[in-house]
């Protein structure tokens, strides 16, 4: 018995050899529109749709294979004899390959184009056959990733026929874009409507697999969001191996804190926490203040600038083994310097950080939350005595370095150039006895959370600090202003906290 193919194609790519193959195999093609005419103009035989179903194209194009005369052919069972009969009585012929990929509903959403404008790349007749044909897989082979060609088409030569595993994986991966080309047109519509919607609708799109995840034993792959432009969505690799998850991770923190600030910043980072942050008018010397911070932890961490580079700064981040350097541009001769390490992964973002919602996994769940896109509620000055101008400055710069912290986080500051960071400790106190340790001959201290006690105070004033920021609202607040006034430390409450858990 002949078969049939039905095909509906947006991206033409491949499909004119495929469909060679086809008709060499003496199958007959049926398509649609633009597809129909690709195909008639390169000499293939080919019927139109509305051959099949004796109606024509409506509404634009909106409405063309819904048809019973379609999916009676795509849906019937060829086991069941009552399907095959139906079929029989209403002059319905088999279709036997279902051959479609959407309307670029994923890139258009990004676009800058109206709303209705979008609307009309949401397909509608694409995905009815595909989940038409893929819940009938035993029967039919759908094929929606031009990738694919090549596995069906071998098959065929080989075999005769496409095997049941094959039929199941394509339609597995039908499901799986269909799912997502939903989500993405679910999100679109409801923008700025729901905050959060009764069902987690996401549509990610794999760029490709890690060699491992936090450790060698781990699998694991990078998703990238199909619906919202994002830093790490718009990342061209210069140099160096491919990221991995670490870097990947990592990367992302330390892009977020360099452009926390308008001034010319540099953000060291190892484990995911900002081990060296400096800002300086100077690239170089915002390089070497962020390197002083703690120059053996920055040994194999992550260096992001939020300054095209130069090379200057480049032949001194050379010096040491560095993973990543990351910035929105590099000069050329930069550039030149930073290749001769082939290893070391050099990274323009071409985006600043644009996430609005931030998401965890948990066994069993999500958890979703608005990013912590708030720095200061208001600055109130709580002591007898208030900062200098010299000293707000560096408390509001150890405060913005103090977000990307694990908490409990305790940043101690100077000149713009972070001394001391304490972060992931139980408590607070030795989170502070951390950063005051390695923070020598700073004068400013920042704290994610409020002080339950005034120990962080007492601990603050044995190394020299004259100014404390911090987010206020403990029930013990007045217990740390009295010790402050009694120390001649000053203190200002923002009334935002930033816990990093």
């Not at 200098?388 to 103090?402: I, R």
């Amino acid at each position: 018995m002949k078969k049939r193919a039905l095909i509906s194609v947006y991206d033409k790519e491949g499909i004119l050899d495929f469909v060679k193959f086809l008709r060499e195999k003496n199958v007959e093609i049926v398509s649609t529109g633009g597809t129909f005419k690709y195909l008639k103009e390169n000499g293939i035989e080919v019927k139109e749709v509305e051959e099949t179903t004796g109606f024509p194209e409506i509404l634009d194009g909106r409405v063309k294979t819904l048809h019973p005369k379609i999916h009676g052919g795509i849906l019937a069972v060829r086991e069941n004899n009552e399907h095959i009969q139906t079929l029989k009585n209403e002059n319905i012929d088999l279709i036997d390959y279902v051959i479609v990929n959407l309307y670029p509903f994923f890139e258009k959403v990004k676009e800058d184009i109206s709303f209705d404008k979008k609307v009309e790349f949401i397909d509608i007749g694409g995905p009815t056959m595909l989940r038409a044909a893929a819940k009938n897989f035993k029967d039919v082979v759908v094929i929606t990733d031009k990738k694919d060609y090549k596995k069906v088409k071998e098959e065929i030569e080989n075999n005769n026929e496409v095997s049941l595993k094959t039929k199941k994986i394509l339609a597995g991966k039908v499901f799986n874009l269909t799912s997502s080309y939903d989500s993405a047109i679910a999100n679109f519509i409801l923008k700025g409507e729901i905050e959060y919607s009764d069902y987690l609708s996401l549509s990610y799109k794999k760029s490709g697999a890690l060699r491992y995840g936090e450790n060698p034993h781990q699998s694991a792959a990078y998703y990238i969001d199909n619906i919202n432009e994002g830093a790490m969505n718009n990342l061209k690799v210069l140099n160096g191996k491919e990221l991995s998850y670490n870097n990947l991770k990592d990367l992302d923190i330390a892009w977020k804190v360099v452009n926390e600030f308008e001034e010319t910043a540099c953000c060291a980072l190892k484990h995911n926490t900002p081990c060296g942050v400096a800002l300086d008018n100077n690239l170089l010397k915002c390089y070497k203040k962020a390197y002083e911070c703690d120059p053996i932890s920055i040994f194999g961490g992550i260096v992001t600038l939020n300054r095209k580079v130069d090379k200057e700064t480049a032949e001194e981040m050379v010096k040491i083994f560095l993973e990543v350097v990351a910035a929105p541009d590099f000069d050329d001769d930069a550039l030149e310097v930073l290749k001769r390490k082939k290893n070391l992964r050099v990274i323009k973002c071409l985006k600043k950080p644009l996430r609005k919602k931030s998401m965890v996994s948990i066994d069993g769940g999500i958890l979703v939350q608005e990013e912590d896109n708030t720095f200061i509620k208001e600055l109130k000055v709580v002591t007898k005595l208030s900062p200098s101008k010299e000293e707000l400055k560096d408390l509001e710069f150890a405060m913005k370095v103090c977000k990307y912290v694990k908490s409990n986080a305790i940043v101690v500051a100077k000149n713009n150039m972070a001394l001391g960071i304490g972060g992931g400790q139980v408590n607070r106190i030795w989170a502070a006895e951390e950063a005051l340790e390695r923070g020598e001959g700073a004068i400013v201290m920042a704290s994610d959370a409020f002080f339950p006690f005034d120990d962080v105070v007492e601990e603050a004033y044995k190394h020299n600090i004259k100014a404390i920021i911090q987010p206020g609202g403990s029930i013990r607040d007045e217990d740390s202003i009295k010790k402050c006034d009694e120390l001649g430390i000053s203190m200002i409450f923002t009334g935002i906290r930033h816990f990093k858990h």
